[in-house]
């Protein structure tokens, strides 16, 4: 199990979110949370890499209390972790590759072989070997979101977060991401994926979770399990 609560409230700013939140994540999962803007989406992801506290309750992300979880701990349960933001949230002064490498050495990569390797691999499963010494600005929205899961998964993380991951892009531009992270799927990663797009889980059959009137719903469990 890689994610577990049981009767947890989220609030934000005293305000309640969500609340008698009873959620299980196991391996090898593709979870969308659905709900219009507003709904507590958002906040339930961030409670789960620790930005917002648990309120009230029991959570547990990959072993790790978040009811007492201390801040100093929270560096390494994100290592643990791959999160993809909406606003893609690139360094603009650096290129691709230094961007990656960034995160390697923050995340304790050492040697600089190991670390060019790695870009490389992400990159290639990303679709963009070629972009590695190009700023963001110099990439469309689509590649700066490939450039970003490209970030989310170069330590291999057994939890995937993606907030919202398409809502800035074209059509064809999403579902190039979608088919991306289907296939991170795939390969054994557990991906959970914030969206108000009503589509995407027709065309990618996953768990679907519906954030409304402050509480989480579980609409459909429809998942073909990593092969």
Same mark, same amino acid.
């Given at each position: 199990?890689?994610?577990?609560?049981?009767?947890?409230? !989220?609030?934000?700013?005293?305000? +309640?979110?969500?609340?008698?939140?009873? &959620?299980?994540?196991?391996?090898? *999962?593709?979870?969308?949370?659905?709900?219009?803007? =507003?709904?507590?989406?958002?906040?339930?992801?961030?409670?789960?890499?620790?930005?917002?506290?648990?309120?009230?309750g029991?959570?547990?992300?990959?072993?790790?209390?978040?009811?007492?979880?201390?801040?100093?701990?929270?560096?390494?349960?994100?290592?643990?972790? =791959?999160?993809?933001?909406q606003?893609?949230?690139?360094? $603009?002064?650096?290129?691709?590759?230094?961007? &990656?490498?960034?995160?390697? $050495?923050?995340?304790?990569?050492?040697?600089?072989?190991?670390?060019?390797?790695?870009?490389?691999?992400?990159?290639?499963?990303?679709?963009l070997? +070629?972009?590695?010494?190009? !700023?963001?600005?110099?990439?469309?929205?689509?590649?700066? *979101? $490939?450039?970003?899961?490209?970030?989310?998964?170069l330590?291999?993380?057994?939890?995937? &977060?993606?907030?919202?991951?398409?809502?800035?892009?074209?059509?064809?531009? =999403?579902?190039?991401?979608? +088919? &991306?992270?289907?296939?991170?799927?795939?390969?054994?990663?557990?991906?959970?994926m914030?969206t108000?797009? +009503?589509?995407?889980?027709?065309?990618?059959?996953?768990?679907?979770?519906?954030?409304?009137d402050?509480?989480?719903?579980?609409?459909?469990?429809?998942?073909?399990?990593?092969?």
């Open positions: 199990m890689l994610v577990k609560y049981e009767q947890v409230q !989220l609030c934000q700013d005293d305000q +309640e979110v969500l609340s008698d939140l009873n &959620l299980e994540i196991s391996d090898g *999962q593709f979870i969308y949370v659905l709900g219009e803007v =507003g709904c507590g989406k958002t906040s339930l992801l961030k409670s789960i890499y620790g930005e917002l506290p648990i309120a009230a029991e959570a547990t992300v990959l072993d790790n209390d978040m009811t007492h979880v201390r801040p100093r701990h929270l560096p390494k349960l994100r290592r643990q972790l =791959g999160i993809v933001f606003d893609f949230q690139l360094l $603009r002064d650096r290129t691709v590759d230094e961007n &990656l490498d960034f995160v390697l $050495r923050a995340t304790g990569w050492s040697k600089k072989i190991d670390r060019e390797r790695r870009i490389i691999e992400v990159l290639e499963q990303v679709g070997p +070629e972009k590695t010494r190009h !700023l963001p600005h110099e990439l469309s929205g689509g590649e700066q *979101q $490939r450039v970003c899961i490209a970030r989310a998964i330590n291999k993380p057994k939890l995937l &977060l993606a907030d919202e991951p398409t809502a800035n892009l074209d059509i064809e531009n =999403g579902r190039r991401v979608m +088919e &991306l992270l289907n296939g991170i799927r795939l390969q054994g990663t557990t991906v959970v914030s108000h797009n +009503e589509q995407w889980p027709k065309e990618f059959p996953g768990i679907v979770w519906r954030c409304k402050g509480k989480l719903l579980i609409e459909s469990c429809e998942l073909a399990r990593a092969e």
